[in-house]
């Protein structure tokens, strides 16, 4: 009896899955996973109704406390709209370099500062709008403000609404801020006349008399 082995007897003792065998059908199984689920995420996209905005919408935003509506185009800016397109217009906020690279132009939305040249309008239904103008009530200034005077934290006081905005948020939320926490709070903020030492000593002593107030 010959000894020799046929190829089908050779094939029929290999092992059932070899390594090469595997790998190729677990790249086909990850390859058809991610179409699986790109063709899944595209389907939930299909049915969700597209909204579309055009021409111009009437919105109603909530700004330093009031009720407000104003018409305007889907791709106006919060600033725009604060200062064009509200009654009285509100320019504490000023128009600067309008791509988000100087500070000028800073409010709070729900209480955290936002460059609002970078902000749709919007995009700030249903939140809490506050400017320079509504930022101290009954007209009169608040203890960060009335710093800045006494110090001399201004000079042409065009910068000055966007620091005060981003200053007046690091306090609110820690009166006892340290100088280098003040200075990240308002590092997105650019004073060309370069008064930074006097806005920073505005805000420590600012600070001290917030904690003061409060007991701290």
């Known amino acids: 009896m010959s000894d020799a082995t046929s190829p089908r007897d050779a094939a029929s003792r290999e092992p059932s899955l070899s390594r090469r065998s595997f790998f190729k059908g677990a790249g086909v199984v990850a390859a058809g996973g991610l179409v699986g689920e790109a063709v899944q ?78 902000t749709l309008a919007v995009d700030a239904v249903g939140r809490k709008v506050t400017t320079i103008e509504g930022l101290a009530s009954q007209g009169g200034l608040t203890e960060l403000q009335s710093a800045f005077c006494a110090h001399d934290g201004s000079m042409c006081g065009f910068c000055t609404p966007g620091f005060v905005m981003s200053i007046s948020a690091c306090l609110e939320s820690n009166p ?40 701290k």
Not at 55 to 60: H, K, L, Q, S
Not at 182 to 203: H, K, W
């Open 41 to 118: 995420a595209a389907a939930r996209s299909a049915s969700l109704e597209p909204v579309c905005m055009e021409g111009t919408v009437e919105i109603e935003l909530e700004i330093n406390g009031a009720r407000a509506k104003v018409a305007v185009e889907p791709r106006t800016t919060l600033l725009n709209t604060l200062r064009n397109h509200c009654t009285p217009p509100l320019t504490g906020a000023k128009l600067v370099c309008d791509r988000g690279s100087c500070g000028a132009c800073t409010v709070h939305l729900d209480g955290a500062p936002v460059y609002s040249c970078m």
């Open 176 to 215: 006892a801020a340290s100088l280098d926490e003040i200075q990240r709070s308002c590092s997105g903020n650019l004073c060309r006349c370069g008064t930074y030492p006097q806005v920073f000593e505005a805000a420590l002593a600012a600070g001290r008399k917030l904690r003061a107030k409060g007991g």
